[in-house]
């Protein structure tokens, strides 16, 4: 294992745990949760291969799963946010931009950084409520949850993002 694999291992661990004992038990208002273990797609190498974020993407739903007994629906958005990720990083990563291979303030600007991290939570958001309502009976509820719930992640992602030191 080289040391960006061990790093990422260590990011992986760590927002499952602070996912897990801290984040799932945040409730603003009965509305927003932050999700921030999504932060770990979102942070890979501009170069990560497809199925790799696949994989990764899967895994970590799962095991976002298995703790907070939500069978498969963390598993699914996450799966669909690793799916749709290079897409909106060509979106949003300026193409003159090849010094720094890893999404961030730094190497994207605030703007596009805002923007592919707000495009990549709604998304991922939109999926997990939708599958978790299973509904649309009480839809403004609903696109309260999600837009309080995407702008919550938003700002701790950016707080997070903003904090991190170089290459992490």
């Known amino acids: 294992m080289n040391e960006s694999s061990i790093k990422q291992t260590l990011w992986f661990l760590a927002l499952v745990l602070v996912q897990v004992l801290v984040f ?5 208002a009965g509305y927003a949760t ?3 273990y999504i932060y770990f797609l979102l942070m890979l190498n501009l170069d990560t291969k497809r199925n790799t974020l696949l994989l ?6 799962l095991v976002i799963d298995m703790f907070a007994n939500t069978p498969g629906m963390n598993a699914a ?3 669909l946010l690793a ?3 290079p897409w909106l990083l060509s979106l949003f990563v300026p193409r003159d931009n ?3 291979r890893r999404p961030g303030v730094r190497s994207m600007g605030f703007g ?3 923007g592919y991290v707000l495009t990549a939570v709604f998304v991922h ?3 997990l409520l939708l599958l978790d309502t299973f509904s649309f009976f009480d839809w403004k509820t609903l696109v309260l949850k999600v837009l309080a719930s995407t702008a919550l992640t938003t700002f701790c992602v950016a707080v997070l993002d903003s904090t991190r030191k170089g290459k992490a």
């Open 56 to 61: 990764a993407g899967f895994l970590l739903g």
């Open 125 to 127: 958001h939109t999926v």
């Open 83 to 85: 799916f749709l990720r």
């Open 98 to 100: 090849t010094d720094d």
């Open 112 to 114: 596009s950084f805002l």
């Open 24 to 28: 799932n038990h945040i409730h603003v």
């Open 34 to 36: 932050p999700f921030i």
């Open 77 to 79: 958005a996450t799966t």
